[in-house]
């Protein structure tokens, strides 16, 4: 089948690139002349492990092309997707559709033959609808279908995520946006993946109803282990101890400094404006995110208390600082309002993170930057471990020991254990792991 994708972002790139590793002939499309020649030379713009090698396999067999030209795209195109962002808008918090409206006119005007719209990027219930309406107003060719396909991928593990999701859900209002939608994801449903067919805003609802309720998990855990260090238990072992009950599932209850990331902030809010919209309350989403909020504040809290309370003079060395591994994404990191509190109150921040430096560096201007993680260490009163990446788990505590000048490890992934920490002459600080 042959797919045009509008939009080169996470998910219109890693979509795309795994619908021509299915085998469909897919153009992908965007507006941003760099970005697409960045590609054409085989450069990636978002940093996602292994997708330049099948963005190159599938270019290789002739599977997969990028072009800044929507006509070139649609040429035999029966399935249309969009995939632009749906950022919050500035002030209020609803999600901006300016850029999927902005390239639904355009596609009418282009088409010249009927095709199933997808939305895939985030849109709030409703949007299908309106897009509905733009086709017809800008004359869009009749026969065209308006479908909703959300996409549940994770940063850092996209491919993986979109090759074997838990489940594929469409949302759509006639027989032949489910055909064509069930034959694009036909290896997946071979596969058995489910295959979930909605109503269209059905399906819009439920992408943010399962990242708000992941965010709630999240939150929940976290003011878990907030008790735990009150009442000198273990969030560790609390987790697992509900987890294990498939009622409650063990996933994302890793208690942190709270959330991050391009879609639980702003989906959640979104999902709030267009509760408020809708005349309905949503106070337990509108609690996670409050609770969120605070806990993003209150990291620097921790670090202050361990060192004494006193930050002036402090030198701190931070162990990462994208919102999770395996992405350079900064967008909403907590590391961002840690970071920025320590230089606030006067502390010297080195920071190291393996692939986030260029992102983050205006984004935390006032800072130094190490090459190594061993660098972080080098004279620092404390070490902040922000985020887990993985190169993190194995680093010889004992060699950092020495390095530093002060003793305190404040580990708020809980990457550590006590026991090790201690035995190399670290004082440590873990989340929710008894009394602090
Ligand atoms: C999230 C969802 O997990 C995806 O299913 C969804 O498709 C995506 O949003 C989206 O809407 O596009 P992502 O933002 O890439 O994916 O990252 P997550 O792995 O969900 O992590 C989000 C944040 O939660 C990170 O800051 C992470 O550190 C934090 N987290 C996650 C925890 O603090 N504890 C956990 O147990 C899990």
Redesign the pocket.
Known sequence: MRIAMIGTG??GLVSGTCFADFGHHVTCVDKDQSKIDALLSGKMPIWEPGLDGLVAANVARGRLSFTTKLSDALNGAEAVFIAVGTPSRRGDGHADLSFVFAAVEELAKALDHPVVVVTKS?VPVGTGDKIAALLKEHKAPDGCSVASNP??????AAIA?FKHPDRILVGAEDERARQVLAEIYRPLFLNKAPLLFTGRRTAELT?YA??AF?AM??SF?NEMADLCEAVDADVQDLARGIGLDNRIGA??????P???????PK?TLALLRAAEEAGVEQRIVSTVVKVNDDRKKAMVERVAKALGGELAGKRIGVLGLT??PN?DDMRDA?SIPLVTALVERGAEVVAYDPVGREQAEPLLPAIHYAETPERVAVDADALVVVTEWDEFRGLDLRELATKMRGNALIDLRNIYDRVDAERAGLRYFGIGRGRT
Request: proline share 6%; with cysteine.
């Open positions: 996470y998910v985030t996409e549940f991928l994770r940063e850092g995520d992408k399962a990242n992941l998990k999240i855990i996933k994302f209850l890793h208690p942190g709270g959330y991050g990331g391009s879609c639980f989906d919102f999770k992405t907590p």
